[in-house]
């Protein structure tokens, strides 16, 4: 009587045993995962009918070895916990994925030399492939400059002049959008709740805001200045509210999170939005459509970001790209809601 061989459930099945199941040799079983041509269409059949009937998984390690390819990007990110940064990492991860690379990423409470310098370490000896790097401040921006890179890198985040290419949204033209159509809409300045200062962002909108304020002829007031939370927009409300009746009448704050803290002090003052004091914000996150007036922002297209980075890092990779500063700027789009109606004459 013949004597059923049986494989111990604690072992997954190896690419010899797919052989065995389909008849065929070890070679076939490597060719077939390859795609390689020369495979009759009956013998292909065989071997992914025994893939699937054993659920075979391909060794990813054994693979890097023989092909020297991890297809493994890693990410250095920070500031995860906010709208922006967070959405740039799903994008990037998402994108990936359907590039058909793993990502490994390492967060930053800080981004110093040493920090960056760790990481990037780290993701090399995981063997990545290349690197996106969150550039969002000054900080950052010195750290990769000083860096050699034992990869390709790509930034996001920041418009920079490192010569590393990179993905950034024109902040300044976000800001130049929102501050104009509050101006369009009868008023005669614009007040700004600017980010932190360490923050390139940051710096971009307050410069696409003085901007607008400057050719229509308009001095700018000093600007605020919040740490991107609710609670500093509040305090920052707070201020603001003291100057209804002394020419404020409109309010451009640098994120929809200050914005929301900005509204409720405001309210609490007794001042009505939009009718005393027009309030927008920036980057269009999914509660500022709730928002109590629902609130005017600036849309930043994360998503974008995500796919044209990760396709700037394969091109760089593949070597379908020079590694010179190759920038890509994607434009942002107003959203208009009821925080901003036009200004009565």
Not at 116 to 129: I, M, T
Not at 130 to 139: D, K, T
Not at 166 to 185: I, S
Not at 233 to 258: C, H, I, K, P, S
Request: glycine content about 10%; charged content about 20%; hydrophobic content about 40%.
């Amino acid at each position: 009587m013949e004597q059923l061989q049986v494989r111990s459930p604690l072992r997954p099945p190896t690419m010899a045993d797919v052989a065995r199941r389909a008849g065929v040799s070890h070679q076939t079983v490597s060719r077939v995962l390859g795609g390689h041509p020369n495979v009759r269409n009956e013998t292909r059949a065989k071997v992914l009918r025994a893939i699937e009937e054993m659920g075979y998984r391909r060794n990813s390690s054994a693979r890097a070895l023989a092909t020297r390819r991890t297809r493994t990007l890693g990410v250095i990110a920070s500031h995860t916990t906010l709208y922006g940064p967070a959405s740039t990492l799903f994008a990037l991860e998402e994108a990936a994925r359907a590039e058909g690379y793993l990502v490994s990423t390492v967060s930053l409470r800080e981004m110093t030399v040493a920090t960056f310098s760790e990481a990037l370490d780290h993701l090399r000896d995981g063997g990545v492939e290349g690197v996106v790097a969150f550039a969002p401040g000054q900080p950052a921006v010195a750290a990769l400059a000083e860096l050699r890179h034992p990869f390709p890198v790509v930034t996001v985040g920041s418009q920079h002049g490192l010569g590393i290419p990179g993905v950034n949204v024109d902040q300044r033209l976000g800001a130049r959008l929102v501050t104009g159509h509050l101006l369009a809409a009868g008023h005669r300045s614009v007040w700004h709740l600017a980010g932190p200062g360490d923050w390139q962002e940051a710096a971009d909108r307050v410069a696409g805001w003085r901007a607008t304020l400057e050719a229509a002829g308009v001095e700018a007031p000093p600007p605020l200045s919040g740490d991107w939370s609710p609670l500093s927009g509040y305090r920052a409300g707070q201020e603001l509210a003291g100057w209804v009746g002394r020419g404020l009448t409109a309010v451009f704050v640098a994120n929809d999170q200050m914005a929301l803290g900005v509204l409720r002090a405001l309210r609490e003052a007794g001042v009505r939005t939009p009718q005393d004091v027009a309030v927008a914000g920036f980057d269009d996150i999914p509660e500022s459509e709730f928002f109590a007036p629902p609130l005017t922002t600036v849309r930043q297209d994360f998503s974008a970001v995500g796919a044209r980075s990760i396709t700037l890092l394969l091109d760089l990779i593949e070597g379908r790209a020079s590694s010179g500063a190759t920038r890509i700027v994607i434009e942002p789009h107003l959203v208009v809601r009821a925080s901003s109606s036009p200004y009565p004459p």
